[in-house]
């Protein structure tokens, strides 16, 4: 009998860069520690900030070269590096389908597919197993789409209209590529920091 597991509710939080002290060459930031294995921090930019000019929107994640599919693991959903899904259900029965990207039908992005959920560095990660055994995982990034806004309040992320009431709000105004500088967010004050993927997804909570 297959056995559905995902890992523990999401935990994810912005990072705030401190404004620059007098005499001190560099930002600090603080961070909120995630749950293990869970890739984005989040942050404020500091006063000093120059805007980026590289913003770009939404794209498929980059990610270990030669990566499986989902039907090469033989899981039972069959998914590939930078589609999307719908996940639900609990720790020990999981549930999951496809879904378009950018759709109030996902919550999560593929990011990786590997043999065991031990491999994933991401928000969240979805695995098969027989008998204790892992059958394979996806690992799991929440589905940001700039101007789209997203609930974090509760198990899992929940994309919401941006008049919603939220339990823990975040509003997408950009996503950065090639950078983990919450300071280049040019229109919010923080960020959510995908530090393995180099990514800044700038965001204003509510």
């Known amino acids: 009998m297959i056995t559905f597991r995902r890992a523990a509710g999401i935990v994810v939080a912005a990072v705030a860069a401190v404004s620059l002290i007098a005499g001190c060459s560099s930002d600090v930031e603080f961070r909120a520690v995630p749950e293990a294995g869970s890739s984005a921090t989040s942050t404020t930019e500091s006063s000093t900030t120059s805007p ?3 913003r770009t929107t939404t794209s498929a994640p980059s990610t270990t070269s030669g990566s499986p599919s989902a ?7 069959d998914v590939e590096v930078g589609d ?3 996940l639900g259900g609990t720790v020990d029965d999981a549930t999951i389908e496809e879904a378009t990207c950018g759709s109030f039908d996902s ?3 593929v990011v990786d597919v590997v043999t065991g959920s031990s491999e994933c560095i991401s928000d969240q990660q979805y695995f098969e197993s027989i008998r204790g055994n892992e059958l394979g995982a996806l690992c799991l990034d929440i589905d940001w789409q700039v101007d789209d806004c997203m609930d974090l309040g509760g198990e899992d ?4 209209d941006c008049s919603d009431t939220a339990i823990e709000g ?8 090639g950078t983990t500088d919450v300071n280049e967010c040019s229109i919010s004050d923080s960020g959510f920091v995908y530090e393995e993927r180099e990514m800044v997804v700038c965001a204003d909570s509510f």
Do not use: A
Request: with cysteine.
């Open 84 to 86: 999307c899904v719908l």
């Open 52 to 54: 980026s000019t590289s």
């Open 157 to 160: 992320p929940k994309r919401i």
């Open 71 to 77: 039907s090469d693991l033989d899981l039972e959903v």
């Open 170 to 177: 975040e509003m997408v105004t950009e996503i950065l590529e």
């Open 107 to 109: 919550n999560y992005l």
